[in-house]
């Protein structure tokens, strides 16, 4: 099965949620009218807040994620397109959480998912609700699962998911220039230990003096780069060819082979 995955870099203006979503919209559309053939589009991870650790986070976070389902299933429907909306900063029950929604073609939300670690160097815990659980779901016919950012950094978290027998893991993120390495390194790694594909949706731009990568990824599960994006505002597509996954799985049979009575 073959499917063009885009991905859609973007620098988000910290706190100037109007001004985000503004610009999300217009990137949406020009991106899928320059990339009509998209079957997926994926986006970064708090785009609508920035990644914003403060005391004013509650204020800027959008209540019960429902500007986002909005904008994100009108486009969705509008382009007949599934989007990986990458997350947002949303309020629930007075609660901010990292939030992924997933659309189908039809703009109805097919899964959600907060990030679940908490980045402790920012002080991400002490604003945001870590998640309780994972995201499971399927895109046309693509089996999927999601990590925001971190999470990247807990290979446990990511064979559970693999385990489910994903085809793909989405990864959204706002990741810095001075840990490139650390994103290559890692996004080619949980590809290839859970012989999975990997699309990791990188912000740019900065946190404050911080500056972000880019560098967004769409990797094969044999660790091959499919595509790597720059550091600039943008889009890039891809084809992914998932046929190639079961005889990678049969050649180098790691789930087969775990010995889970010892670890």
């Known amino acids: 099965m073959k499917k063009i995955i885009t991905c859609l870099q973007y620098d988000s203006f910290i706190g100037q949620v109007d001004t985000n979503f503004t610009n999300m919209e ?9 990339h009509p053939n998209t079957d997926i589009l994926v986006l970064p991870e708090t785009w609508n807040t920035g990644f914003y650790p403060s005391p ?3 204020q800027a976070a959008d209540p019960d994620g429902k500007r986002t389902q909005a904008l994100m299933g009108q486009l969705a429907a509008e382009f007949q397109v599934n989007i990986v909306a990458g997350s947002v900063s949303t309020l629930r029950d007075n609660k901010v959480y990292n939030t992924l929604y997933v659309f189908n073609r039809q703009g109805s939300v097919i899964a959600n998912f907060d990030k679940i670690h908490g980045f402790s160097p920012a002080h991400e815990q002490e604003f945001y609700t870590g998640g309780q ?15 925001i950012c971190y999470d990247l ?13 994903i085809d793909i893991l989405f990864l959204p993120a706002q990741w810095p220039s001075k840990r490139l390495h650390h994103w290559r390194t890692l996004t080619m790694a949980r590809a290839i230990e859970n012989q999975c594909f990997v699309c990791a949706v990188n912000a740019v731009g900065a946190i404050k003096h911080t500056p972000l990568a880019g560098h967004s990824l769409v990797i094969d599960p044999w660790g091959e780069i499919l595509l790597e994006m720059d550091d600039k505002v943008g889009s890039a597509s891809v084809v992914i060819d ?3 996954l079961d005889p990678i799985r049969q050649k180098i049979n790691v789930f ?8």
Do not use: M, N, V, W
């Open 56 to 58: 004013q986070l509650a």
């Open 256 to 263: 087969k082979d775990r010995r889970p009575d010892i670890y």
């Open 242 to 244: 998932t046929s190639i």
């Open 153 to 165: 950094r807990f290979p446990e978290l990511i064979r559970k998911e693999a385990l489910q027998g």
């Open 26 to 34: 217009h990137l949406i559309k020009k991106t899928l009218q320059g």
């Open 133 to 147: 659980s994972i995201p499971l779901f399927k895109l046309d016919e693509l089996s999927c699962s999601a990590a």
